[in-house]
């Protein structure tokens, strides 16, 4: 078997995977920018909303963050993959971009 993946034939956001007598292109994991192979702990660097912990790309949770990243009145943080998102707290809703009781 020839090592297909030697040459590097794969985009920057995939890893080689060599296979008898062939070869295939795998995504990396969304935490990455660049791998070198599958999952998280393969990351050449981290994506941004992510920080590498443990060897491994971990989500930033930005709504526990010493500063506020959701700061209008009645408003709550909602963490996500790689980001966050800011959403009306219970009994209150979006009018126009503010938060009003319903």
């Keep these: 078997d020839l090592d297909e993946c030697a040459a590097s034939p794969c985009k920057d956001h995939q890893y080689c995977l060599n296979t008898d007598g062939s070869f295939s292109c795998k995504a990396c994991d969304a935490s990455c920018v660049g791998c070198t192979g599958e999952g998280s702990d393969k990351c050449k660097t981290c994506t941004s909303g992510y920080v590498k912990e443990d060897e491994k790309c971990t989500d930033i949770d930005e709504c526990n963050l010493p500063e506020k990243v959701c700061v209008k009145e009645n408003q709550d943080c909602v ?6 998102k800011c ?3 219970e009994g209150f809703e979006d009018k126009d971009g503010t938060c009003v009781q319903t």
């Design 79 to 84: 963490n996500t993959s790689g980001s966050y």
């Design 87 to 89: 959403v009306c707290s």
